[in-house]
C-alpha cells in the first residue's frame, strides 16, 4: 500500500488542538470531519480534556487505547516536535501539519527539527504550512476548507488558502472531487509522490495541480510523466514573473523558478498549462468526462451568429481547424431552415426548434469526419434551453466523440446545464472557454 | 438632438406585427416594454385589430391618432418596405427592424428596396436582423431580450442573440447598463454613430462594443477616436480568425477584416482590446466606476500567498510594476502580524484581522508612491469576508486611487461583494481577473 494511501483511507484519524472555541482552526478541522460524516473512528486531542464538540477528547495521542492511522496537528509551531514525538511513540505513521510559522516564516530550524523527529519515527508527513487533505470519495474531510463536493478530479494545492478557496468556488460550480492534498512547505511529502498516488488512484479522472516550485526537478518530471501516461494532468504555475518569484519565496518557501524552464518541463511531461485557475477547471471538467479529441477537426452547431463567431475565432487560435461538412453529411442536414448557413460553423439560425440539435449533431458525426463538436445554445428570454439539452443529451448517447457545450444566458440556463452534464456534456458560459475545453481534450495524451 | 437620441428617447413607441401568441417575436417585444414600465405611450399594431396584452392595438400605424416617435418592426421581412412607407406617411422618423430575412440570408434586393423607401422619407433605419435597442436610464426595452438592470456601462452588438446572451448574463452578475443598442445588418445607422452617441451620453460612462465588421474604416476610425477622448471604449472582435471572417459573412453580412488590421485600428484608436465577453465586462465594470490608473506601481495586498502570486504573475505580464514599498510606507505597517511579508504583495497571513485591510491599504497610500491596489480576501471557510469589505471600504473614502478586489471564495463571499462594490470597488473571482481589471484601468486615455 502506498503510504499516500494510509493518508487517504485511514480508519481513524486524532485532530491534536481540538479547541472547544469556534473560529479556531482545531475546532473547525474536528468540525469538518464529523459534519463530513467520516466513517472511522475520531479522536479530539485537546490538554484540557473532557469532550469536544460531543466527542470524548483526550490530552494526548497516547491516551488513546485504540490504534490512530492519521494524526491532523494544529498546534503552535514549537511544540510540534513534542507532538510528533508522541505520535511516533502512539505508533501513528501518518501525520498532517496545518500549523504554520515554519521555514516560510524564517523557522528553518525549528522545521529540521520535526523533520528529524519524524524520520527518527519512520513517521510520513504532509505540511507543514498545509490546509490539510480530503478524500471525497470517502467522506474524509481532514481540512478546516469548505466541503467540495464528491466526483473524479484529483486537486493538488502548494498553496493552503488558495486551496481553500478553490474548494469553495468548486460547490458553487457544481464540480465534484475525489481527493484534495495540499502540501504547503512540503517538508516531506510533495507534489511528486502526491501525483504519483492520484495517477493510480481508480476514482481520479484528471489530476489539476496548483504549483509554486518543485522540491526536486527530476523527481518531479518523473512522476509527472508516468502521470501523463495514465490520466491528463493539468497545472497553474504561480511565480512565472520575477516578482512573483519573489513572493514565492517568503510563501512556501520553495524556488519558483523561472518561466521558461517550467514551460519546458510542462512541455516535456505533456502537463496541460493553464493560465489561471478557472481554465484549469475549465479544462479538468472536460478531460475528466469525455475522451480524448482524436484529430483537429470540429463542428460548431449554433442557433446564434456571434458565439458561433466567437467559438471559430477561439479554436483556430488554438490550432483546431473547423471545416465545412462534406457533400454527403450535408445531404443529411436538409431539414433545417431555409435561412440556416451550412459552412462551419452552422447555423441553423433563431429558427432552429429543440428536436434539430439532436438531429444536426447525429448528420455532423454520421460519417467519420468530425473529431469533436461544440455546441451553442443562446436560447429567447422567455426560454430556458431545457428542450434543446435535452435533444443534445440524447443525441450524445449515440456518438462517442467529445462535445462541449455553450448554453449561454446566464441564469436563463441553468435547469438546462445538469441535463447536458448528466452525459458527461460539459457547459461553459462562454464560447471561448468552451473552445479551449476541447483544446485541452486534444491535448490528452494518456493511453484509453 | 442628435438621430440616436430620437431611438432611445421617445415619447412613444409602436410595435408592428404584435402578436397576441406568447412566444412570437412582437409579442414578447411588447411585452417587454410594457412590463419595464416605459412611460410614454405604448402602440401595439396588428392587423387582426382589438387588444394585445391589455392595450388596445392597431391594424396599420396609419390608425394611430397621437404621433409615434419610434416603430419597432416584427413582421416578415417581405412586407417591410411596405411597412416603412406606412411609417413614412405616419410622419415616424426612427425605425427599428428585428426581423431577419435581408442581406445576411442572400436578400441584398430586399434590403436595397428597405433602404430606398426609408431613404424616401427620411426615417433612419436601425437593423434589419438585429435585436432591438434599449434605454434603461429610461426604461425602455425595445428589445426581445432580458431586461438588463440600470447603469452606467453602454453596450452595442452588432449580433443581436449574443448581445441577448449578454443581456441575461449581466443580470446574473449584477452588471448594469445605461443603453443597448443592437444593430444587426446595418442597413443604415452602425457601430460609429452609435459609438459618437454613447460618447456624448452623460448617463453612459464606459462604452462596450462587439464588433464583427465595420460599414465605413475611416469613419469607425474617426468615431472611435472621438469616442475615445471622452470615456474609454473597450470591444471584442469576432471574426478575427479567416475560419470566423467566413462565418460572419453570413451571419451579418459583413466584411471582418483580418486580425493584424483590426488590431492595428484598435491601437491608433485607443481602443481597448477584449479577448471574450467575460473580459470586456470585466474591464468594463472597472472603468466605469473608478479613475485611470496614472502610473504603473502596483500594491498586492493579500491574506494569502498564493493568490497574490498570481496576480503578481498577471499583472507583471500585462506590463505593470509591483515594486516594494519604500521604507516610509514600510514603517508604518508595523501593526501586522510577525509572520507578514513587507514585500510586494503584502502578505498580512492568515492572521490578518479584518481592520488590517482598511489600515494597510491606507498606509500603503499614505505617501505618493503607488499607483493602484489589487486586495486579496481568502476568508476561512467559517468566515464570510464582510468585515475585510467593510475596512477596505472604509478605507477607499479616503484614498483617490483605484482599488481592483478579489474576495475569492464563491458563494461565501457572497454579501461581501455588494459592500465593496458600493464604493466603487469592484470585485472579481479570480486575481488574474482583477490584474486584467487594473491593466484596462491604466489604459485610460481620456482626460478627466
Not at 241 to 246: H, I, V
Not at 331 to 354: G, Q, R
Not at 391 to 410: F, Q, R, V
Request: hydrophobic share 40%; with cysteine.
Amino acid at each position: 500500500m502506498s503510504e499516500m494511501e494510509e493518508f487517504l483511507n485511514p480508519e481513524s484519524v486524532a485532530v491534536v488542538g481540538a479547541s472547544r472555541k469556534p473560529g479556531k482552526i482545531g475546532h473547525e478541522l474536528l468540525r469538518n470531519i464529523i459534519e463530513g460524516n467520516y466513517e472511522g473512528e475520531i479522536y479530539p486531542i485537546n490538554p484540557s480534556g473532557d469532550e469536544v464538540l460531543g466527542l470524548e477528547s483526550y490530552s494526548s495521542v497516547l491516551d488513546v487505547e485504540n490504534d490512530i492511522d492519521l494524526a491532523v496537528l494544529a498546534v503552535p509551531a514549537p511544540i510540534i516536535p513534542k507532538i510528533i514525538e508522541e505520535c511516533g511513540e502512539k505508533g501513528i505513521r501518518s501525520v498532517v501539519i496545518v500549523s504554520a510559522g515554519f521555514s516560510e516564516a524564517g523557522n528553518k530550524d525549528l522545521e529540521d527539527k520535526l523533520v528529524e523527529e519524524a524520520e527518527k519515527w519512520g513517521i510520513r508527513v504532509i505540511g507543514p504550512n498545509c490546509t490539510g487533505i480530503a478524500n471525497y470519495n470517502k467522506k474524509l474531510h481532514a481540512t478546516m476548507e469548505t466541503r467540495a463536493k464528491e466526483g473524479n478530479i484529483g486537486f493538488i494545492s502548494q498553496s493552503g488558502a488558495l486551496g481553500g478557496a478553490i474548494l469553495a468556488w468548486t460547490r458553487e460550480r457544481n464540480i465534484g472531487l475525489s481527493k484534495f492534498v495540499s502540501y504547503g512547505n512540503a517538508c516531506d511529502i510533495a507534489e511528486s509522490e502526491t501525483l504519483e498516488y492520484l495517477a493510480e488512484d481508480p476514482k481520479t479522472k484528471a489530476i489539476t495541480l496548483y504549483l509554486e516550485g518543485v522540491k526536486d526537478g527530476e523527481e518531479f518530471i518523473n512522476a509527472a510523466r508516468k502521470a501523463t501516461r495514465k490520466k491528463p494532468v493539468i497545472a497553474v504555475k504561480g511565480g512565472l514573473s520575477e516578482a512573483g518569484a519573489k513572493s514565492v519565496a517568503s510563501h512556501t518557501s520553495s524556488l519558483a523558478g523561472n518561466r521558461k524552464v517550467f514551460f519546458g518541463i510542462m512541455k516535456q511531461t505533456d502537463i496541460i498549462r493553464a493560465e489561471g485557475v478557472e481554465d484549469m477547471f475549465d479544462m479538468a471538467r472536460a478531460v475528466a468526462f469525455q475522451k480524448p479529441v482524436r484529430g483537429k477537426k470540429v463542428a460548431v452547431v449554433t442557433n446564434s451568429g456571434g458565439p458561433g463567431v466567437l467559438a471559430t475565432d477561439k479554436l483556430d487560435e488554438l490550432g483546431l481547424e473547423i471545416p465545412s461538412p462534406p457533400a454527403g453529411i450535408i445531404k443529411k442536414l436538409d431539414f433545417l431552415p431555409d435561412a440556416s448557413s451550412l459552412k462551419n460553423p452552422i447555423d441553423m439560425t433563431a429558427e432552429a426548434t429543440s428536436e434539430m440539435y439532436g438531429e444536426t449533431v447525429e448528420a455532423l458525426f454520421s460519417e467519420e469526419y468530425y473529431d469533436a463538436a461544440l455546441v451553442i445554445d443562446v436560447p429567447v428570454a422567455w426560454g430556458n434551453g431545457v428542450d434543446e439539452a435535452k435533444a443534445l443529451a440524447s443525441a450524445k448517447e449515440k456518438i462517442d466523440k467529445p462535445i462541449a457545450a455553450c448554453w449561454m444566458a446566464g441564469h436563463l440556463v441553468e435547469d438546462a446545464i445538469p441535463v447536458l452534464e448528466e452525459k458527461g456534456i460539459q457547459n461553459y458560459s462562454t464560447p471561448k472557454r468552451a473552445a479551449q475545453a476541447l483544446w485541452a481534450l486534444s491535448q490528452k495524451t494518456h493511453e484509453e
